[in-house]
């Protein structure tokens, strides 16, 4: 019952809407009540750049999820960044008989690596009580980066 009434709390929280949405607000509601609980100096969350400006699905539940941060008695900080290296290769998971088909998007992709260790040191930091953004060194073109990777994996692009 006791889970019940903290979901609906997050729910009403929510500004995204969805299942990602629910997961983020209600799994983030959750770890800060516990932190508050157990006396946690520093709350420190991942996010997307643009979760701010983004209006639609995975954005509106990554903002959701800073704004509970926000509100909390515990300090926080939020680190934001561009989509991972790792994530184009999840990009060519969709692919077609005609070939993968992606959106035409620039982006500036960064290494899991780097944001585990950026992580690391904002979580053994004091408290920003605000936004750390992290993007890659390099500007590429989604489509440029999946050919080359489906190239790489012996899948030539079409």
């Known amino acids: 019952m006791r ?8 729910r009403r929280a929510l ?7 629910e997961f983020f ?13 157990a006396g946690v100096e520093h709350y420190v969350a991942l996010s997307m750049v643009a979760a701010d400006r983004v209006r639609s699905g995975y954005f509106r539940a990554k903002a959701a ?24 290769e999840a990009a060519t ?16 992709p960064v290494s899991t690596d780097d944001v585990a260790t950026m992580l690391a040191h904002v979580a ?6 605000g936004v750390l953004e992290e993007a890659g ?5 989604l489509e440029d980066a999946t050919a080359e ?4 994996l012996g899948r030539p692009a079409r």
């Open 3 to 10: 889970r019940r009434s903290r979901r609906g709390r997050h």
């Open 15 to 21: 500004t995204g809407e969805g299942v990602g949405a």
């Open 25 to 37: 607000t209600t799994a983030t509601g959750d770890l800060l009540e516990a932190a508050t609980a």
């Open 65 to 88: 999820q800073e704004n509970l941060a926000r509100r909390a008695t515990v300090p926080y900080s939020l680190m934001r960044t561009t989509p991972f290296f790792e994530s184009v």
């Open 93 to 108: 998971a969709g692919s077609r008989p005609d070939g993968v088909h992606v959106p035409p998007l620039q982006l500036r």
């Open 124 to 129: 053994a930091s004091l408290s920003l009580f």
């Open 137 to 141: 060194p390099e500007d590429l073109r």
């Open 149 to 152: 990777l489906l190239t790489a």
